[in-house]
């Protein structure tokens, strides 16, 4: 059974960078997709970005184009999420979830979710 663990999130001040981490076990298979969400008080759970199998393909919401990262290192079973130029409305608990299309955006599509992290930015 695969477990995602996230962690790195923290209180950052608006301008920032943090880098977070998605840590998995228990994988017997490679092929699989994985996305960042995040869901900020009494909002839903929203895209991020998303990274293909083989790291060829990513995709993220234009919210966060060109200021946050999605790679992956498939030898350590980890995926990253580097985030530049935090803004205030990026504060949100942070999921990653792992599935089948990396540009498939709706968290159903997604089989298996960590517990979060929370990031804050400040203003």
């Known amino acids: 059974q695969v477990q995602l663990v996230e962690s790195g999130g923290e209180l950052v001040r608006a301008g920032g960078s943090l880098r977070l981490t998605c840590a998995a076990s228990?994988?017997?298979?490679?092929?699989?997709?994985v996305a960042w969400f995040r869901q900020a008080p009494g909002k839903e759970r929203e895209f991020v970005t998303s990274i293909s199998w083989n790291g060829g393909s990513t995709y993220s919401a234009d919210s966060v184009k060109d200021r946050f990262t999605i790679s992956r290192d498939d030898a350590k079973n980890t995926e990253y999420l580097h985030m530049d130029s935090l803004k205030s409305e990026d504060t949100a608990v942070y999921y990653c979830?792992?599935?089948?299309?990396?540009?498939?955006?709706?968290?159903?599509?997604?089989?298996?979710w960590g517990q979060g992290t929370q990031v804050t930015v400040s203003s």
């Open positions: 979830g792992e599935g089948q299309w990396a540009s498939t955006k709706e968290a159903r599509a997604y089989d298996v």
């Open positions: 228990g994988r017997t298979s490679i092929g699989y997709a």
